[in-house]
C-alpha cells in the first residue's frame, strides 16, 4: 500500500510525525510512505532526529504552505490551497495513493476528503469516527463531524459504513450497533432518533441492537455508537473531559506526600496500564469514511510510536477495500434516494 | 418551612426516605416534613428503623399507590393519580406546604410538577437542572429533562432560573453561564444554539461568558451550563458512565493482589475524598424549577444521609423565594411571549 502523510499536521509536526512514518516503514516492510509538505523543513528536521536517511526514500509532495488549527475549514479548498493536507489529499484522488493520513485540522481534513477526495455515489455525507475506550476494549463513535443537519439515513449510512470497519479493520466480527438515545424504548428522542431507530431495524447491513443510553458506553453498550454529529461531538468532548479530569484528581492523589507516592509506586504498572486502556491515543485516531478513498485523522497530539500505530491502521483500512464494501452494502440496501424520497 | 416528601419514590425506600426525614428534622429544628404514603407501610418500616417516635409526629398524607420506576410520565396524572407522588405534588401545590421533594421517577415528578404544581406564568418550561461534581467545586446543568423540541427563549429561562438557584441556594455570587457546544466562537452550533447564543448575549438576568466546549466543563468551563433537554440528557448520562467505569477501574487496580491492596490501605483516607468529589449525592441532587412552587428531585439511589442533605437543600431552595425572584426576573427580561413573536 501507498499511503501520503500530511508531515505537517498535528501539535509535534514534522518531526513526530516523520518518526512514525520512518517506524512504520520499518515496522512493515511493504508499506511505502510519500510525504506531503516543505521538503527543505522535512529534511532538516529528519537530519535533527537522525532519521535523514531513512526519509530520504521517501518522496516527498513539495508544496510550501500548512493549515493550522485556527484557519478555517473551507481553507483547504481556497487560501490554503498549497499547504501539506490539500496538496496530498489531491494526489490521493488522483490515484497517486491508496489512502492519506494527517493529525492536522480535523475540520479542514472532514472538508477536504468530502470535496477533493469527493463522497462514494450515493453517500450523503462522510463520517468521522473516532474509535474510543470502553471499560474492557473499544467502540466507535459515529458520527462526531460537528455537522447539525442530521437525517436519519446519514445515521443508517454511518452505522454501515462503521459497521465495515470494526469488521474489516478491528477485527470485531458482527459489530453491534446501537443508537446514542436517552432512553432504551423504540420511542424515544426526538424525530430523527425515531426514524433512525425504523431504518437500523430495517437494515440488512447492520446488526442494530436498540437505542443504547450513554451511561452503559463505557461499559459494553455496543460496539459501535450511532448519532448525528452535533451530539456526537458534545460527547466526545464530554468523554473526554471527564475521563481527563478524574485521571487529573487521581494522579493528585498519588502524589500527595511521600506516603502516596511510595503507594503510587506499588501500583505503578497496574496503573500505568489503567492509563494506556483509557487514552485514545492506543487506538490509534479515527477514519473518516464515505470518500472514494480511505482518509485517516492521526491524533491531533500524536508522538511518534502513535503515529506509527494510526499507520498500521491506515495500512489496514486501505488493504480492507472500504470503498468497494461501502458500494456493495449501499446497492444491497434501498438506495440513499430511494430512503430520501420515503423521509419527504 | 414546611416540605412535603414522597416516602415512596427511590430505591431505598421508604427506610432510607423516613431516616433521613428524622435526620432533617433533627439538625434544623424548624423544618416541618409531611410524609405522603401509605400510612401503615410507613409506620412498619419507622418500627423497623427504630424511628417509629419521631416519625409518629410528622403529617402523614395517607395514599395507597406508589410510582415506580417502569411507570410511564403521564402515569401521574391519570392511572397513578392516587400514588403518593401524585397525592403530594396536589397537596403542594394547593398550597398545604412550601416544597415538595421525592426520589422517585425523574420523568413523572417533572410532568406531575408542570401539570399539577403548574409553571410560573411566563415559564415555558419547568427545567430538571442536576448539581454536578467537577474538578474543583460543582456546577449546573440545565436542561436534562429529555425534552424534544426546545426552542431558543427556553434555554435563556433555564439559564436565568439556574442563575437564581446558583445564587441564592449554592452560594456562588455572580454565576458564570455558558452554552454546551461543538466550538467556542459565536457562529458555532445549529440554530438553536445561535439563536441562544444572541438571547443570552442581551440578557441582563444572566452572566453569560459564551459557548463553552464540553471538553472544558469537568474543570472549570462555567457555573451553569445550559442546554436542550435532549442534549443535556446525554451529556448527564455520559459523564455518569465515564465517571463510574474509570472509578470502577481505579477499584480493580486498587483490589489486585496483596501489594496493592495495601497500597490502597496507604491512599485510603486520600482516596475516599477523590470518591466523594466526583459523588452525585454529594450534592444532593437536582431541583425542577419554573413551577409555582419549589419541587426537588432526591437521587434515586440515595441513602439517609443524602435524603437528609437533599431535605436542607430543598429547605434552603424554598426559604430562597425562588418563586418570586423567577417573576422578577421574567418581568425585567423581554416577556416570554415577545420573544416567542420574535422567534416566528
Same mark, same amino acid.
Given at each position: 500500500m501507498r499511503i501520503i502523510v +500530511?508531515?505537517? @499536521?498535528?501539535?509535534? &509536526?514534522p518531526e513526530e510525525i516523520l518518526k512514525g512514518c520512518v517506524e512504520a516503514v520499518a515496522e512493515t516492510g511493504g508499506l511505502e510512505i510519500i510525504l506531503a509538505g516543505n521538503k527543505a523543513k522535512i529534511m532538516t528536521a529528519a537530519k535533527a532526529c537522525e532519521i535523514a536517511e531513512a526519509v530520504e526514500k521517501m518522496e516527498i509532495l513539495d508544496c510550501p504552505d500548512v493549515i493550522t488549527m485556527e484557519d478555517e475549514p473551507m481553507s483547504v479548498l481556497k !487560501? #490554503? #490551497? !498549497?499547504?501539506s493536507m490539500a496538496v496530498g489529499l489531491r494526489a490521493v484522488a488522483e490515484g497517486k495513493a491508496d489512502a492519506f493520513a494527517s493529525a492536522g485540522n480535523s475540520g479542514a481534513l472532514t472538508v477536504g476528503t468530502t470535496m477533493i477526495v469527493k463522497r462514494i455515489r450515493g453517500i450523503k455525507r462522510v463520517t468521522f469516527a473516532p474509535v474510543m475506550p470502553k471499560y474492557d476494549g473499544f467502540f466507535m463513535l459515529? +458520527?462526531?463531524? &460537528?455537522?447539525?443537519?442530521?437525517?436519519p439515513n446519514m445515521l443508517l449510512q454511518f452505522a454501515m459504513m462503521a459497521s465495515i470497519y470494526m469488521r474489516e479493520v478491528m477485527g470485531i466480527e458482527n459489530p453491534r450497533v446501537g443508537l446514542a438515545n436517552? @432512553?432504551?424504548?423504540?420511542? #424515544? @428522542?426526538d424525530e430523527l432518533r425515531i426514524e433512525a431507530y425504523k431504518l437500523l431495524s430495517e437494515s440488512a447491513a447492520v446488526n442494530f441492537i436498540g437505542n443504547v443510553e450513554p451511561r452503559d458506553m463505557p461499559y459494553d453498550g455496543a460496539d459501535i455508537i450511532v448519532t448525528d454529529g452535533f451530539t456526537g461531538n458534545i460527547m466526545l468532548k464530554l468523554f473526554e473531559g471527564v475521563a481527563g479530569a478524574l485521571m487529573d484528581k487521581i494522579k493528585g492523589v498519588l502524589t500527595n506526600g511521600v506516603k502516596n507516592k511510595i503507594a503510587a509506586a506499588m501500583v505503578y504498572g497496574d496503573m500505568k496500564k489503567l492509563k494506556k486502556s483509557v487514552d485514545y491515543n492506543e487506538y490509534g485516531g479515527a477514519p473518516i469514511m464515505g470518500a472514494t478513498k480511505p482518509v485517516f485523522k492521526i491524533h491531533g497530539s500524536a508522538k511518534a510510536s502513535t503515529v506509527k500505530s494510526a499507520l498500521l491502521l491506515t495500512d489496514a483500512y486501505a488493504k480492507s477495500g472500504i470503498t468497494e464494501k461501502i458500494t456493495e452494502s449501499l446497492a444491497s440496501e434501498k438506495s440513499a434516494e430511494a430512503l430520501e424520497e420515503e423521509e419527504k
Open positions: +500530511d508531515a505537517f @499536521g498535528g501539535d509535534n &509536526a !487560501e #490554503k #490551497k !498549497e499547504s459515529a +458520527d462526531v463531524g &460537528a455537522n447539525v443537519d442530521a437525517r436517552i @432512553g432504551t424504548e423504540a420511542h #424515544k @428522542g
